[in-house]
């Protein structure tokens, strides 16, 4: 049996929670659309979305474990950094104190 929407002839059921189908079908009246469509729409997106090849997987791994190993170094870099500026600038102000330029 053909139904009337772009040649849709084939039905797919799938089970789901109460809370799972009530924000589906919530989503669905937002946007003005049927939960079918959106489920369309959806599986269609998902589908068309590139899989992460190994490869990328393994770049994107060793690229997470440089950055894990990074920022406490970067952290601690800022902190002397910091501290620096901290220190400059007390004995700018003491200095200027000192020269009756501040009070």
């Known amino acids: ?8 002839t084939e039905r797919v059921t799938y089970l789901t929670s109460a809370a799972q189908k009530a924000q589906l079908e ?9 939960v ?3 489920l ?7 589908i068309s979305e ?18 894990n190993a990074a920022v406490p170094k970067i ?3 800022l902190e002397r ?3 620096m500026l901290e220190k400059s600038n007390a004995d700018i102000d003491r200095k ?3 020269a009756g330029i501040r009070k």
């Open 50 to 67: 590139p899989a992460i090849s190994p490869a990328e997987e393994e770049a994107l791994q060793f690229l997470a474990d440089e950055l």
């Open 81 to 83: 950094s910091i501290a």
């Open 75 to 77: 952290r601690e870099s």
């Open 96 to 98: 200027m104190r000192e």
């Open 40 to 46: 369309r729409e959806a599986t269609m997106r998902y």
């Open 1 to 8: 049996m053909q139904t009337a929407r772009s040649g849709q």
């Open 36 to 38: 079918g469509n959106v």
């Open 26 to 34: 919530a989503f669905a009246k937002a946007r003005g659309e049927s």
